[in-house]
């Protein structure tokens, strides 16, 4: 997903330019911030952990976002469903083996 700041600048998740979810993919999604050493289903680990050029990766898809009910399924979230704008959403929403 492709974040765009707030006209103050600021990047929560709340916000977005023009104030509604405008959703964009890359895929595939790279990651080198490889949280746990074991990636989940949805990542594939390449060249190894925390290792010089080593990262995680994901396919992700136009149909994991639903625009009607501004909910996500991506691996981003490791599968879980993500609503734009849920004031409960937190971290630990998606990353639950932090």
């Given at each position: 997903?492709?974040?765009?700041?707030?006209?103050?600048?600021?990047?929560?998740?709340?916000?977005?330019v023009?104030?509604?979810?405008?959703?964009?993919f890359?895929?595939?999604?790279?990651?080198?911030?490889?949280?746990?050493?074991?990636?989940?289903?949805?990542?594939?680990?390449?060249?190894?952990?925390?290792?010089?050029?080593?990262?995680?990766?994901?396919?992700?898809?136009?149909?994991?976002?639903?625009?009607?009910?501004?909910?996500?399924?991506?691996?981003?979230?490791?599968?879980?469903?993500?609503?734009?704008?849920?004031?409960?959403?937190?971290?630990?929403?998606?990353?639950?083996?932090?």
């Open positions: 997903m492709l974040w765009v700041s707030a006209p103050d600048g600021t990047v929560d998740g709340a916000h977005n023009n104030g509604a979810a405008n959703v964009a890359i895929s595939p999604m790279r990651s080198k911030a490889q949280l746990v050493n074991t990636p989940t289903p949805t990542w594939t680990r390449n060249v190894g952990y925390k290792v010089a050029g080593g990262y995680d990766s994901a396919t992700l898809n136009a149909a994991d976002w639903n625009n009607g009910t501004k909910t996500c399924v991506t691996a981003c979230h490791n599968s879980e469903p993500v609503t734009w704008g849920d004031p409960n959403v937190t971290c630990y929403s998606c990353h639950k083996g932090l």
